[in-house]
T-cell receptor, first 111, second 115 residues
Framework: DVKVTQSSRYLVKRTGEKVFLECVQDMDHENMFWYRQDPGLGLRLIYFSYDVKMKEKGDIPEGYSVSREKKERFSLILESASTNQTSMYLC??????????FGPGTRLTVT | SQQGEEDPQALSIQEGENATMNCSYKTSINNLQWYRQNSGRGLVHLILIRSNEREKHSGRLRVTLDTSKKSSSLLITASRAADTASYFCATWDGPVWGNAGKSTFGDGTTLTVKP
C-alpha cells in the first residue's frame, strides 16, 4: 500500500517563526502536492511538484515556499508564520494513475 | 469560485437509504475523482471517472459524468453508519506542459448516516 507520512499531526508555532512541514511518500511517485484545508473553503492547492527540484505554484502560494531535493520528500516552508496560516495542511502524491494518496494531515496553529 | 462545487453541502439519511451527491465544475477536465474524508483525517480516493466515460461502478458506489453539463454525481447505495464522512469531488486538468497537471477540489458534502 502507498504510504504518505507527514512529520507532525499537530504543531503550534508563534507568529514570525519559520515553519517546516515535511512529507514523505514511499511509492516512487513523480507528483507531490501541498494543500491547506479550511472550513467552508475546501482544499486549496498551495504548491505542487512533478519532479525533483521542480515546483509549480498552485492557487494560494503567497507566504509559502517548497523544496523537493529528493523524489520521496516534499517540504512546505512558511517563511514567517502568520495567524492566517493556521490551518490543516495536507500532503498528497500521485503516479501515472492520477489517484492522489494523502497523508494524515498536520494541524498547524499559529499564535 | 471553486472549480468543483458539491451539492448539497450536508446530507443526513437513515442507514439503508441511498445517498446522492452532486458536483459541478467549470472548465474542461481530464478526469474527475471522488474522495472521502473522515473527521480530522486525510482524504481517501474512492473512484476516478475519465472524461470519455459516462458511468462507473465500484462496490456500492456509482459515479456518473455528464461533460456537456459539466457535472458528476456520486451515489452510495444501501448506506451504513460507517459511510458518515465528508465527500469531495476533484477535477484533474492534466497533463499539461510535460507534468501530470493538478486537481481542484470542491468544498465537499458532509454525509451523516444515522443507525
Amino acid at each position: 500500500d502507498v504510504k504518505v507520512t507527514q512529520s507532525s499531526r499537530y504543531l503550534v508555532k508563534r507568529t514570525g517563526e519559520k515553519v517546516f512541514l515535511e512529507c514523505v511518500q514511499d511509492m516512487d511517485h513523480e507528483n507531490m502536492f501541498w494543500y491547506r484545508q479550511d472550513p467552508g473553503l475546501g482544499l486549496r492547492l498551495i504548491y505542487f511538484s512533478y519532479d525533483v527540484k521542480m515546483k509549480e505554484k498552485g492557487d494560494i502560494p503567497e507566504g509559502y515556499s517548497v523544496s523537493r531535493e529528493k523524489k520521496e520528500r516534499f517540504s512546505l516552508i512558511l517563511e514567517s508564520a502568520s495567524t492566517n496560516q493556521t490551518s490543516m495542511y495536507l500532503c498528497a502524491s500521485t503516479g501515472q494513475t492520477y489517484e492522489q494518496y494523502f497523508g494524515p494531515g498536520t494541524r498547524l496553529t499559529v499564535t | 469560485s471553486q472549480q468543483g462545487e458539491e451539492d448539497p453541502q450536508a446530507l443526513s439519511i437513515q442507514e439503508g437509504e441511498n445517498a446522492t451527491m452532486n458536483c459541478s465544475y467549470k472548465t474542461s477536465i481530464n478526469n474527475l475523482q471522488w474522495y472521502r474524508q473522515n473527521s480530522g483525517r486525510g482524504l481517501v480516493h474512492l473512484i476516478l471517472i475519465r472524461s470519455n466515460e459516462r458511468e462507473k461502478h465500484s462496490g456500492r458506489l456509482r459515479v456518473t459524468l455528464d461533460t456537456s453539463k459539466k457535472s458528476s454525481s456520486l451515489l452510495i447505495t444501501a448506506s451504513r453508519a460507517a459511510d458518515t464522512a465528508s465527500y469531495f469531488c476533484a477535477t484533474w486538468d492534466g497533463p499539461v506542459w510535460g507534468n501530470a497537471g493538478k486537481s481542484t477540489f470542491g468544498d465537499g458534502t458532509t454525509l451523516t448516516v444515522k443507525p
